[in-house]
């Protein structure tokens, strides 16, 4: 399997991994064959690059089940509307898809090879928020977490960049270079997600951390408040490596 930018796409390439729509739903699907007009319509879309399969069997199986991928998309989805609509944020409708995220990684804990995923633009942050608490969970598991303390991490972890919701879309959407004052914003997203999280009942303080602290830097060097080595609580920690990791 191999990522190939969409600009070297060609027709007849057979595809390595399925690519969901901002809402969740499927557009293309693991082993379809490459057309002209799908690779039209990905362009369109603004998809950066694509897994094709390189040859027969080295297809990476989903680490959670679509079904589940999908349902927590379309909650951060729905979250993040009805934050920008001023509504109160119903955090725990995500949280069924997501314990049944964490039983599918503990059920079927597969290594890290595959988590990334190639993104639309629009759907960044949810499917980046998905692929972190996935990751974030598998941390865990290799740290012993049991089943409690794992769910609290996979809460946390996809809920990190909650604070995103109360940037304006135009700053999001920008491709030129921020002025400080949009630095500004953006660095108290942190402090924005755990404002949010704190408010609801059901999400634990350790959760809420994560969002305050996934910023900050094990020598001190992050943001909001620069905290350094142990002083950052564990989850965030994890939570950290796992936003870097997929982001690469
Ligand atoms: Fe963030």
């Known amino acids: 399997m191999e990522k190939?930018?969409?600009?070297?796409?060609?027709?007849?390439?057979?595809?390595?991994?399925?690519?969901y729509s901002p809402e969740g739903l499927v557009l293309v699907r693991v082993d379809a064959e490459i057309t002209e007009s799908i690779i039209a319509?990905?362009?369109?879309?603004?998809?950066?690059?694509?897994?094709?399969?390189t040859k027969d069997g080295d297809m990476i199986p989903e680490p959670v089940s679509e079904l589940t991928r999908v349902d927590l998309i379309r909650s951060l989805s729905k979250l993040d509307n009805e934050v920008r609509s001023g509504?109160?944020?119903?955090?725990?409708a995500s949280k069924r898809p997501l314990y049944d995220l964490v039983d599918e990684i503990v059920c079927n804990n597969k290594n890290l090879v595959g988590i990334t995923d190639v993104r639309l633009r629009k759907d960044y942050i949810y499917g980046h928020s998905v692929n972190?608490?996935?990751?974030?969970?598998?941390?865990?598991?290799l740290m012993g977490y049991n089943q409690l303390k794992l769910a609290d991490l996979a809460v946390g972890a996809?809920?990190?960049?909650?604070?995103?919701?109360?940037i304006p879309l135009e700053i999001l959407d920008k491709t030129s270079g921020l002025t400080d004052d949009e630095v500004k914003l953006i660095h108290a997203h942190p402090e924005e997600g755990y404002n949010i999280l704190k408010q609801n009942q059901g999400i634990s303080a350790s959760s809420a951390h994560v969002a305050y602290q996934h910023h900050?830097?094990?020598?001190?060097t992050g943001y909001p408040r620069g905290m350094?080595?142990?002083?950052?609580?564990e989850f965030a920690r994890i939570a950290a490596v796992a936003d870097v990791y997929d982001s690469m």
């Open 87 to 92: 509504q109160n944020a119903n955090l725990l």
């Open 132 to 141: 972190v608490s996935i990751i974030a969970v598998k941390i865990g598991i």
């Open 228 to 233: 350094a080595g142990d002083a950052i609580h």
């Open 4 to 19: 190939v930018r969409i600009e070297n796409l060609k027709s007849g390439m057979k595809l390595a991994r399925t690519i």
């Open 216 to 220: 900050e830097r094990y020598n001190g």
């Open 158 to 166: 996809l809920f990190h960049d909650l604070g995103m919701t109360k």
């Open 41 to 53: 319509k990905l362009k369109q879309l603004g998809l950066p690059a694509a897994y094709i399969s």
